[in-house]
């Protein structure tokens, strides 16, 4: 029997989200409950490598970026080849200096498989020329224009990185068949916060009035999400009791549904998820015998 009170970390996706887009301001940004993870190592090293300079408290999960003189160099393979997540700082290194050279593309290239073909389309869209290598990418924003465009998939990352490049274009762009994670909201909200002018945050539709002044400002990330899901599902598989303090319920009406299919039922005092102990798991809704279709 699992049973506790638990303290989630920062959002790990929150953090490689927002990190990249401080690129974006020329003034010291202050990130609050950020956990100390690889991902956020390396993009931190490739801000400093960029000149950023950054104060990480990581007692404290605060990160303190002044990205105000930083300089556009390329990077190598080992800051960015590593990584799915690198791909983000296309977003602030398009927004902030108009061009991206990529030795090797994030995360490697796997032969047959086309995973940034989303981000070419919905970049080529807007206007950035993008041009591919036998390892990497090179991109030109420099006639890049705001527009109303589609993209091929509700891609998280590909959703945040045209965030941050619509911020930075004159007029007024439209984004239709985003992805709508936490994650993203947490992006969008943070440079709403710094002076973006965005709308339909949480939607399947994002309109970013682009060219508004991004100021320095303090933001604390998500708690992690995964991590609060994950620590209730052993609480009911162990029969245990389980408090999650900082659990962000308004995120959580799906993940209680799919709780509520195997007879778990979790509750809220304020901001805290409370599962009770000895709750009887069995399969009810659409996974119980009545809501099979017959053969």
């Known amino acids: 029997m699992l049973s506790g009170e638990i303290y989630p970390s920062g959002s790990k996706n929150s953090a490689v989200h927002i990190l990249p887009a401080t690129l974006l301001l020329d003034e010291k940004v202050v990130l609050e409950n950020i956990p100390d993870i690889k991902d956020v190592s390396t993009i931190i090293t490739v801000l400093q490598k960029l000149g950023g300079k950054v104060d990480w408290d990581k007692e404290k999960k605060i990160i303190e970026i002044d990205n105000s003189s930083i300089n556009f160099?390329?990077?190598?393979?080992?800051?960015?080849?590593?990584?799915?997540?690198?791909?983000?700082?296309?977003?602030?290194?398009?927004?902030?200096?108009?061009?991206?050279?990529?030795?090797?593309?994030?995360?490697?290239?796997?032969?047959?498989i086309r995973p940034f073909e989303p981000f070419y389309k919905s970049f080529r869209d807007l206007g950035i020329?993008?041009?591919?290598?036998?390892?990497?990418?090179?991109?030109?924003?420099?006639?890049?224009?705001?527009?109303?465009?589609?993209?091929?998939?509700?891609?998280?990352?590909?959703?945040?990185?045209?965030?941050?490049?619509?911020?930075?274009?004159?007029?007024?762009?439209?984004?239709?068949?985003?992805?709508?994670?936490?994650?993203?909201q947490d992006l969008c909200n943070f440079l709403v916060l710094a002076g973006a002018d965005i709308k339909g945050i949480g939607t399947s539709v994002l309109e970013?009035?682009?060219?508004?002044?991004?100021?320095?400002?303090?933001?604390?990330?998500?708690?992690?999400?995964?991590?609060?899901?994950?620590?209730?599902?052993?609480?009911?598989?162990?029969?245990?009791?389980?408090?999650?303090?900082?659990?962000?319920?308004?995120?959580?009406?799906?993940?209680?549904?799919?709780?509520?299919?195997?007879?778990?039922?979790?509750?809220?005092?304020?901001?805290?998820?409370?599962?009770?102990?000895?709750?009887?798991l069995k399969f009810t809704g659409s996974f119980s015998a009545l809501a099979r279709p017959s053969r």
Request: charged letters at 20%.
């Open 73 to 112: 160099q390329a990077l190598s393979e080992e800051d960015l080849g590593k990584i799915k997540a690198s791909a983000l700082l296309w977003g602030g290194l398009l927004g902030r200096f108009g061009k991206v050279d990529f030795s090797q593309l994030p995360g490697g290239c796997t032969l047959g």
């Open 129 to 184: 020329s993008v041009k591919e290598t036998d390892k990497g990418v090179i991109m030109d924003a420099t006639h890049a224009t705001s527009a109303s465009i589609w993209l091929t998939e509700m891609a998280v990352s590909v959703t945040s990185t045209l965030v941050m490049i619509a911020t930075t274009l004159k007029g007024r762009t439209v984004l239709t068949g985003v992805a709508s994670e936490p994650q993203v």
């Open 208 to 280: 970013i009035n682009g060219r508004k002044k991004l100021s320095g400002i303090k933001y604390k990330i998500l708690h992690d999400h995964y991590e609060i899901a994950t620590f209730l599902a052993l609480g009911a598989c162990t029969g245990g009791e389980i408090l999650v303090h900082n659990a962000q319920k308004e995120l959580f009406p799906q993940i209680n549904y799919e709780f509520s299919k195997f007879n778990v039922n979790v509750e809220y005092n304020g901001d805290t998820a409370i599962l009770k102990k000895r709750q009887e």
